[in-house]
């Protein structure tokens, strides 16, 4: 197992005040370990714009995509398994620190790897819902075998929200949610984690504080479930943290009138910090959703959305590069800038970057 303990951190922590501000180029990395970026090719070479970024900015992670999102026929990140095999292999002989190569593999419907292009089938949570927690057991570790064999390390489940609503078309009627009953979400999780684990993946709940109420889908635009959501649906997160079964939660961009009138979960410090953090006493990595759908993007600037996002307690912000594209440049630059007037504390800087120095994969 490696600990992604950057040497500059090391450094940092140990001769530096918290008010000094390091230098542009540290900071530069700094910012870089938050970010999980995706990118456009099948493979790449020392040229690549993926290679230089992470190595200029020592990018925490990559996401991968089997398929372009305005173009299902065309391939992006993933053909085959050799394809797949060698592009990790090179990902991780670019990398100048350990580095999360990430996909949202949960079964079903929403799966990167799939059949057709000659990787293993997974069925939905919902289908697993339906057989022994000991059958479930045996299919994830096939997942689990599947995804270290083919170099992914982090994966993007399980979907610990609950099956509330029928109508639900993003996690109802994609079969995504193990069932209604908290219980049962938690233990159907707790076996893919632990599966995931036993490969050295690392497994990521989401979207908290639960989008399994809603109605609306916020890679189109903005999702309101105010009048939807119950404290129920933050049972799951709760049983799982409190087993320290936990490595990492991605936010949910709903916004909630009865946790914070005014933001969405994923640039909230009411529900990321105050209720993740304090009421609910998670210590492991808050990642965001993508933050280039429209529930975010169509509603706020960069620069508003990584101050706010890193601010209200996101430590690793994820840019699909799927919906739309913002270079790796200007994202650094812009937090940069706002870490450099005092917008966003370097000390949010620099808790994120221990946290996610705190990952073990």
């Known amino acids: 197992m490696h600990k992604i303990i950057p040497f500059f951190m090391v450094l940092l922590l140990s001769t530096l005040p918290l008010q000094a501000m390091p230098d542009d180029a ?67 002989h670019y990398a100048t620190k350990p580095l999360l190569i990430s996909i949202d593999q949960e079964g079903g419907r929403v799966a990167r790897l799939k059949a057709r292009d000659g990787f293993k089938e997974t069925p939905s949570a919902f289908a697993l819902s339906k057989m022994s927690l000991e059958q479930t057991k045996e299919v994830y570790t096939h997942m689990a075998e599947m995804l270290k064999e083919h170099g992914i390390n982090c994966d993007f489940g399980p979907v610990v929200d609950l099956a509330l609503n029928p109508e639900n078309r993003v996690i109802y009627k994609l079969e995504r949610s193990y069932g209604k009953e908290s219980e049962t979400v938690a233990q159907y999780a707790t076996v893919f984690i632990d599966a995931l684990r036993g490969k050295g993946v690392i497994s990521v709940l989401k979207h908290f504080p639960g989008h399994g109420s809603s109605l609306g889908d916020s890679h189109e635009g903005f999702v309101d479930v105010t009048q939807t959501w119950s404290e129920k649906e933050l049972e799951p997160y709760q049983k799982l943290i409190d087993a320290n079964s936990v490595s990492m939660i991605m936010s949910a961009h709903v916004y909630n009138a009865k946790l914070d009138d005014t933001y969405p979960a994923t640039l909230s410090y009411a529900i990321n910090t105050q209720l993740l953090r304090k009421k609910m006493h998670y210590t492991g990595v808050l990642i965001s959703d993508d933050l280039q759908m429209e529930a975010i993007a169509k509603y706020y600037t960069l620069k508003d959305t990584v101050t706010l996002a890193i601010n209200s307690g996101i430590d690793m912000l994820l840019f699909g590069n799927q919906l739309s594209k913002t270079k790796t440049d200007e994202i650094v630059e812009t937090i940069l800038a706002q870490v450099k007037n005092g917008a966003i504390p370097l000390e949010r800087i620099i808790q994120a970057n221990e946290r996610i120095a705190n990952l073990t994969f």
């Open 26 to 92: 540290i900071l530069k990395k700094m910012i870089g370990r938050m970010l999980v970026v995706g990118f456009d090719d099948a493979t790449i070479d020392a040229q690549s714009t993926i290679v230089k970024e992470l190595q200029n900015y020592e990018l925490g992670g990559v996401i991968l995509f089997d398929r372009f999102y305005r173009d299902r026929e065309r391939t992006k990140n993933i053909s085959s398994p050799a394809q797949l095999r060698e592009l990790t292999k090179q990902l991780k």
